[in-house]
């Protein structure tokens, strides 16, 4: 295991098509995030989980978007009916959240680029 | 939800000078505030982070400062060398719970 896996790389599709991204966390991490990040952005904040349930979900994220962790491994971001605005660098990020612990450091990958043409 | 306002948007300073990085933060239960560097092309990486019952941290250059009662934190690099250039991000979060990122600091260390 040497990190955080994003599948694919890129993506390129037109309006309209659906795509799924995919993240395998590191295996022993509970956490796993998913982020948006635009050119000249910081990354913007979509979903995370906790093993397999999603305990929050951006308002900002519309019904196109949806996430899943179906065993709390790898999870997928699928992006319904894409418009030219999805264009972005997807990135999935893990971490092992412990009630105690004294902090959450986030792994990233090394993303997904998504152009919608 | 958190709001984290980031400046400067960009900063360039010369080799051998110190930069800061300023983040204010909106939510006062914010309790953790990492800070990540994202060179080109690549993912975010976590430098350096601070959590809220102490007021300053330290590793070699790098060094953040907390100010809980104004909710900013910031973050020094000293003699900067070139290979610091790259974008960072500050964070904040809840009880290590969704973490938000400010939008970025370019920093360019002239030679």
């Known amino acids: 295991d040497t990190g955080v896996s994003q599948d694919p790389r890129h993506k390129i599709t037109k309006r309209g098509q659906n795509v799924t991204f995919r993240c395998d966390p590191i295996?022993?991490?509970?956490?796993l995030y998913w982020y948006r990040q635009t050119l000249g952005q910081g990354p913007e904040f979509l979903t995370y989980?906790?093993?397999?349930?999603?305990?929050?979900k951006s308002r900002l994220l519309s019904d196109r978007f949806s996430a899943e962790r179906p065993k709390g491994s790898f999870s997928t971001l699928e992006i319904q009916r894409t418009e030219q605005g999805d264009s972005a660098m997807y990135l999935c990020a893990s971490s092992m959240w412990g009630q105690y612990s004294g902090a959450n450091v986030l792994t990233f990958g090394a993303g997904s680029r998504l152009t919608v043409l | 939800g958190e709001n984290v306002e980031q400046h400067p948007s960009t900063l360039s300073v010369q080799e051998g000078d110190s930069a800061v990085i300023k983040c204010t933060y909106s939510d006062s239960a914010s309790n953790y505030f990492p800070w990540y560097k994202q060179e080109l092309g690549k993912r975010p990486q976590l430098i350096i982070d601070?959590?809220?019952?102490?007021g300053e941290k330290k590793d070699q250059r790098i060094a953040v400062t907390l100010n809980k009662t104004a909710k900013h934190f910031s973050l020094h690099i000293t003699e900067t060398q070139p290979e610091d250039s790259a974008v960072y991000f500050c964070a904040a979060s809840i009880n290590n719970n969704d973490m938000r990122f400010g939008a970025g600091t370019r920093l360019t260390v002239k030679p």
């Open positions: 601070i959590r809220s019952n102490v």
């Open positions: 295996s022993e991490h509970n956490r």
């Open positions: 989980f906790q093993n397999e349930a999603q305990l929050e």
